[in-house]
């Protein structure tokens, strides 16, 4: 069954229906030649990495398509399309480039709503050399350019409006679940970021809020996250959401001054994630410690498991320090032009 427009009964290949929907879409081909001539100042090679990969990512809660690619002789072996293609682009570093960006489709399963989609365009690059400071300058100034691109002042989303040219916020996460949660997260994990669920279970039923059964920390970090948190972001200014714990941060390398917390930061507007980014992890043996971490929690919420990319643990080794960044580039069209569902801002949706 085709996808209807949300504002009609007919499917969204209807003449009247894709007329109503066309600026919308011309308006995203704007977007997307100004995003590519942004890279292209920035002297950004854009690469093209390929969608079908022995291993999908290996994050816990990211569910990926599988398939087969079958040999000459007729044997198949398991192949996924890739959720992102950050191990693909890490291989393009360790092989020597040092400044690439990608703009193509990406697929996660178990995912579809106003805001997610089973099969959606990522923007995602890396600076070889450099600190995240210049990959979170980079996401501000693509916002900015969306709203300059589309002549608007405000990014929105529903009721929530976010001014893109405003000083944007900067806030910790831990910072950010005492001021709209009344957590202090580092009381539930020990001086090397080592959770305890438990811990921030007692946390939650002494401020009243419900305690599902599931109580493991990453779970229960999800669940205050985005019940209590993330609609305070993006308001009136853009939100740099940044040091998430280690836990929550698998590709990330920790940081610095504080082993709790890594450089990870995420970069909202109007209450909704845009940009999810790092400073790239490049230990190999930590990288595939977290890697079996997280697939032994997969394995037991989900009951299955991804092979872990032995190529890209190899790479690692040859990979200089960098950092990257992926960017919802649909979410990025669907605020500049106050779309209300992600369906909106796709010249053609996955059929339901």
């Avoid at 950010?176 to 811990?199: H, N, P």
């Avoid at 609609?231 to 998430?244: K, M, Q, S």
């Amino acid at each position: 069954m085709s996808s209807p427009h949300p504002l009609s009964a007919s499917p969204w290949w209807t003449p009247s229906v894709h007329a109503d929907r066309r600026p919308i879409l011309v308006a995203r081909n704007r977007i997307e030649a100004a995003v590519r001539g942004y890279l292209a100042t920035e002297a950004f090679l854009l690469v093209d990495p390929p969608g079908l990969q022995r291993s999908p990512g290996n994050e816990a809660h990211l569910h990926a398509f599988g398939t087969q690619m079958i040999g000459n002789d007729g044997v198949g072996q398991a192949m996924y399309l890739h959720t992102s293609p950050e191990f693909s682009m890490k291989k393009l570093l360790a092989a020597g480039e040092t400044r690439i960006a990608s703009l193509g489709h990406v697929w996660r399963n178990r995912e579809r709503s106003a805001l997610h989609h089973p099969e959606f365009t990522l923007l995602e690059w890396y600076r070889a050399g450099d600190s995240y400071e210049p990959i979170i300058a980079d996401c501000v100034a693509l916002l900015r350019l969306a709203a300059v691109t589309t002549g608007v002042k405000a990014l929105i989303y529903k009721k929530r409006r976010c001014d893109p040219f405003a000083q944007p916020e900067r806030l910790s996460v831990v910072e950010a679940f005492a001021r709209y949660a009344g957590i202090d997260l580092f009381a539930s994990m020990d001086g090397e970021g080592v959770t305890d669920g438990k811990a921030l279970a007692r946390q939650m039923a002494a401020l009243g809020m419900a305690v599902p059964a599931d109580t493991s920390w990453s779970y229960l970090f999800s669940l205050i996250l985005t019940e209590k948190v993330e609609p305070h972001l993006g308001l009136e200014a853009i939100t740099v959401l940044d040091r998430y714990p280690a836990a929550e941060a698998a590709l990330a390398r920790r940081a610095p001054d504080d082993r709790r917390v890594s450089e990870r930061f995420e970069l909202y507007a109007c209450g909704v994630e845009l940009a999810n980014g790092f400073g790239e992890l490049t230990d190999a043996d930590e990288q595939r410690r977290r890697f079996v971490a997280e697939m032994d929690e997969k394995q037991r919420i989900y009951g299955e498991r991804y092979p872990i990319d032995e190529d890209f643990l190899k790479a690692l080794a040859l990979m200089p320090q960098a950092s990257g960044v992926a960017l919802g580039f649909d979410r990025l069209v669907m605020l500049a032009t106050a779309a209300p569902r992600i369906e909106a801002v796709l010249w053609a949706p996955v059929a339901e």
